[in-house]
Every structure is written in C-alpha cells, then in structure tokens.
C-alpha cells in the first residue's frame, strides 16, 4: 500500500496523553506475584514501582495497538518531511504519530547536532539536524529489516522491572512472575515463547 501522510490531518492520536487502570483483581494477582517472588513480606515501594511501571506499559501498549502506522505510512511520512520546508518540518515532527517521531529521534542521536536557541525549551536541534535525521531514517527504513517481531521500547522497560525485582531471588521462577505482570498491563495474549524473547533480550541489555 502507498501509506498515509498522518501528520496532515492533525496531531495524531498517539502524541496525546494516554490513562490506563489496573483492575483489583489484577492488582492483587501483582501483589501475590511479587510476595511469592520474594518468599515473604514486600515494601511498599516495590508495589507502588510495580503497579506504576504496569500502568505505564499498559498505556503505551493501548496506543500502540489502537494507532500504530504501517511500515508504508512511517516511510511516506519520512518522504513528505524531507520536501518540507524549515517550518513546516518542525510542525509535521510535533504532529506525526509516536512511531515516526521514534525513529526520527534514533537518527537525531546520530547527528552532529546544531542547537539553536527556543523559547520553550531553552534549546533544540537546528533545521540542518532536522533534515539529516529525516533522511537518515528513510535510509534506514530502505535497508533490509531483520527477521522475527521486533520488542517494543515499552515491552523491555517492563521486563527489566521483572528483572530488576528477581535478580535478588534467582531461585525463584522470573517467567512466572513476567507472566502475571505482563498480564496485567493487557498482554494477556502474548504467547510464552514471545515473553521469553522480551525477557532474553531486556537481559542482555541489563548487563
């Protein structure tokens, strides 16, 4: 398919604020979770930082499946910045949805960046650095992409919070515990196999 230029019709969904609940029930399956993880009495901290991380996975886990552009809607989008003026560029990177801001903002990082001075947020990346990290993406996007499902940002910061919280009790079974947090942030349908590649992974990057 062509894709779609999302930024022309506003600002998307995606860049608005999100809220998510947990329910009671789930919230007490993470407290039975957590105290079977570590053999006894938790702190509160450690259910508040459980029950917020969940909150905030679930939450991007409702945008990212309710408004997440195609592969076709990101590239054309990339594509119509790169004819835009100053400007109009820096409109269409407030408006565009959170996928193609996320990839815009990998190139940035790889840009010599000239900052230029803003009233809001005291500095930000000048036109040129703009422009280079939207080529860049494109780029990117035309190189060969690797098999299997990508993780999302959300998905690793999750399970580095699993794993952050089992690290001091490795007797204990960390995909098991995942499980029941996963489940509560409305990843109920991820299958085993898909958790234990999140989990792999968020290990790695934890060393």
């Not at 600002?11 to 105290?35: C, F, M, V, W, Y």
């Not at 898909?194 to 060393?207: D, F, G, N, P, V």
Request: proline content about 3%; glycine content about 6%; charged content about 25%.
């Amino acid at each position: 398919m062509a894709g779609v230029v999302l930024y022309r019709r506003g600002l998307h969904h995606s860049r608005e604020p999100g809220n998510a609940e947990i329910s009671g029930k789930d919230s007490q399956r993470l407290i039975t979770a957590l105290q079977h993880l570590v053999g006894g009495r938790i702190s509160y901290r450690d259910i508040l930082n459980l029950q917020t991380a969940v909150a905030f996975a679930a939450i991007a886990h409702q945008t990212h499946i309710a408004h997440a552009p195609s592969p076709s809607d990101v590239r054309r989008q990339l594509q119509a910045m790169a004819k835009l003026k100053d400007a109009e560029l820096s409109v269409a990177l407030n408006r565009c949805d959170t996928r193609t801001f996320e990839i815009f903002n990998r190139s940035l990082n790889l840009a010599n960046v000239d900052w230029i001075p803003d009233d809001c947020a005291g500095e930000m990346p000048g036109p040129q650095s703009r422009r280079w990290a939207v080529n860049h993406a494109l780029v990117g996007l035309k190189a060969k992409q690797k098999r299997g499902r990508k993780q999302q940002q959300y998905q690793l910061e999750l399970a580095l919070v699993c794993i952050s919280l089992w690290r001091s009790h490795k007797d204990r079974s960390l995909t098991k515990f995942a499980r029941t947090v996963f489940d509560a942030a409305g990843m109920r349908h991820f299958e085993q196999k898909r958790l234990e590649q999140i989990l792999t992974r968020a290990m790695k990057l934890s060393h």
